[in-house]
């Protein structure tokens, strides 16, 4: 069974700071992954699919890397409306989502 | 406007049942498959159920395997999942969810509603 793991839990940051996500695969799961928003009380919202496919409307500053195992989630310049909370999910096998990390202001 | 909008949570019993609904607008929803994901109050997301878009293929979490059905009645646009057997572990905020992609799953989400909250408990 593949595990997702997040890092770090929680980043403390700045407006217009970067921030850096990490989601780390037990085993590889090749390119299929993606990453999701979610605000307090709002559903998510898809930002990443496949590993480094903008969803539609999303921003250029969120970008998505990586491959196998590991992979990054990448905010050039932080919005206000980007403090949430961010999911990793993969679709190798069934859909996990990752345990989270949240982003908050400093 | 392309929406999703969950009906159907509440307060239950341990051991009761619920169905809840989801109702799509705004696109072609019979092109897509649809699946339940749920979030327990201060947890992370946990995916539940699927249904193909005709229906034809489902497929269940462990955790609710034998207990929930997922159903789609492509005719209303709405989506369903039959809970039975719930235990106080299911309480949770349930969303329904849109495949991103016409295959006959992409298993990513590209649309979700705002939720309908079940607990269960005595």
């Known amino acids: 069974e593949i595990v997702l793991t997040q890092s770090p839990a929680t980043l403390s940051l700045s407006p217009g700071e970067r921030a850096t996500l990490s989601c780390r695969a037990s085993?590889?799961?090749?390119?299929?992954l993606a990453w999701y928003q979610q605000k307090p009380g709002q559903a998510p919202r898809l930002l990443i699919y496949?590993?480094?496919n903008r969803a539609t409307g999303i921003p250029a500053r969120f970008s998505g890397s990586g491959s196998g195992t590991d992979f990054t989630l990448t905010i050039s310049s932080l919005e206000p409306e980007d403090f949430a909370v961010y999911y990793c999910?993969?679709?190798?096998?069934?859909?996990?989502f990752g345990p989270g990390t949240k982003v908050d202001i400093k | 406007e392309v929406q999703l909008l969950e009906s159907g949570g509440g307060l239950v019993q341990p051991g009761g049942s619920l169905r809840l609904s989801c109702a799509a607008s705004?696109?072609?929803?019979?092109?897509?498959?649809m699946s339940w994901v749920r979030q327990a109050p201060g947890k992370g997301l946990e995916w539940v159920s699927a249904i193909s878009g005709s229906g034809g293929s489902t497929y269940y979490a462990d955790s609710v395997k034998g207990r929930f059905t997922i159903s789609r009645d492509n005719s209303k646009n709405t989506l369903y999942l039959q809970m039975n057997s719930l235990r106080a572990e299911d309480t949770a905020v349930y969303y329904c969810?849109?495949?991103?992609?016409?295959?006959?799953?992409?298993?990513?989400?590209?649309?979700w509603g705002r939720g309908t909250l079940v607990t269960v408990s005595s």
């Open positions: 496949d590993a480094s």
């Open positions: 999910q993969q679709r190798s096998n069934w859909p996990l």
């Open positions: 705004g696109f072609t929803f019979s092109s897509y498959a």
């Open positions: 969810a849109k495949d991103y992609g016409d295959y006959e799953f992409g298993w990513y989400f590209d649309l």
């Open positions: 085993q590889s799961v090749s390119s299929y």
